[in-house]
C-alpha cells in the first residue's frame, strides 16, 4: 500500500524559522537592556532621594539664597549675641548652655520638624506644656526647616539651630549627637544614650533628661 504519509522537511534552512528565532532574541536583548538601565537610574535615584528627605542633613545646601542669608553663625568662641526676630541662630553647645542657665528653669526640646512619633509636637504644644509646669521653653531644631516654623506661626529666632560646620558632618544623626554629648560633657554630666533625647530638664542646678515627678503628663499621654 502506498505511504500518504507526506515526508518531513527540513526546516534548518527555513528563512521564517531563522527570523522568528531573530526576534526572540532581540526582545530578550531589549528587556534586559530595559532592565539594566531602569537598575542604573535607581543607583543615581537613590542618593538624591535620602539627600532631599528631611532629618538625613542639615538641610543647609537645599535652601534658597533669602533663607541662607537669615542663618547666624555663631562661632564657638564668640558669646551669643543679642536676638534678632528674622534671623536663625546656628550654635554649639557652649551657647545653649549660656542660653539655659540664663533661662532657668527650662527644658530644652530636640525639635524634629517632620517627625510623626507620639513624642514629636509641635512647637505651640510644647509651649504650653512648659507654661503649664512654669519652666521656660528652649526650642532646638535638629535641622533647617523654614516651611514647618511658617506653618506653626513659629518666630525664626525662637528655634534655634545646631551649627553643624562646627562638628564636622553635614549628617544630622551625627551632628546632633555630638552637640548632646557637648552639652552634657560641659555639664559635667554622664551621657550614655543610644539616640539623643527629645528633652532634657534643667532646674538651674542639675541636667537631667528626666521629667521632674511633680510635672504633669506630656500632651501626648
Not at 19 to 36: D, E, T, V
Not at 93 to 120: M, N, T
Not at 160 to 184: E, L, M, P
Amino acid at each position: 500500500m502506498p505511504d500518504n504519509k507526506k515526508p518531513l522537511t527540513d526546516q534548518s534552512n527555513n528563512p521564517l524559522r531563522g527570523l522568528r528565532h531573530a526576534k526572540i532574541i532581540s526582545r530578550a536583548q531589549i528587556c534586559f537592556a530595559i532592565f539594566g538601565l531602569c537598575l542604573l537610574s535607581s543607583c543615581f535615584m537613590i542618593p538624591s532621594i535620602i539627600t532631599e528627605t528631611p532629618g538625613f542633613y542639615s538641610g543647609y545646601k537645599r535652601l534658597p539664597a533669602a533663607q541662607k542669608n537669615t542663618i547666624v553663625i555663631i562661632d564657638d568662641k564668640d558669646i551669643l549675641p543679642v536676638l534678632i526676630d528674622s534671623n536663625t541662630y546656628a550654635i554649639t553647645a557652649k551657647h545653649l548652655i549660656q542660653f539655659v542657665k540664663a533661662k532657668a528653669p527650662c527644658v530644652v526640646y530636640l525639635w524634629d520638624s517632620r517627625c510623626s512619633g507620639s513624642s514629636c509636637i509641635s512647637i505651640p504644644a510644647f509651649n504650653q506644656f512648659c507654661q503649664e509646669n512654669s519652666y521656660n521653653a528652649v526650642i532646638v531644631s535638629e535641622y533647617f526647616d523654614f516651611e514647618m516654623l511658617a506653618i506653626q506661626s513659629v518666630k525664626p529666632s525662637s528655634v534655634f539651630a545646631i551649627n553643624h560646620w562646627h562638628y564636622g558632618t553635614d549628617y544630622c544623626n551625627k551632628y546632633v549627637c555630638r552637640f548632646q554629648q557637648s552639652f552634657f560633657d560641659l555639664f559635667n554630666t554622664e551621657y550614655n544614650a543610644k539616640y539623643p533625647y527629645k528633652y532634657i530638664y534643667y532646674d538651674g542646678k542639675t541636667l537631667t533628661h528626666t521629667k521632674p515627678a511633680w510635672f504633669g503628663k506630656y500632651p501626648w499621654r
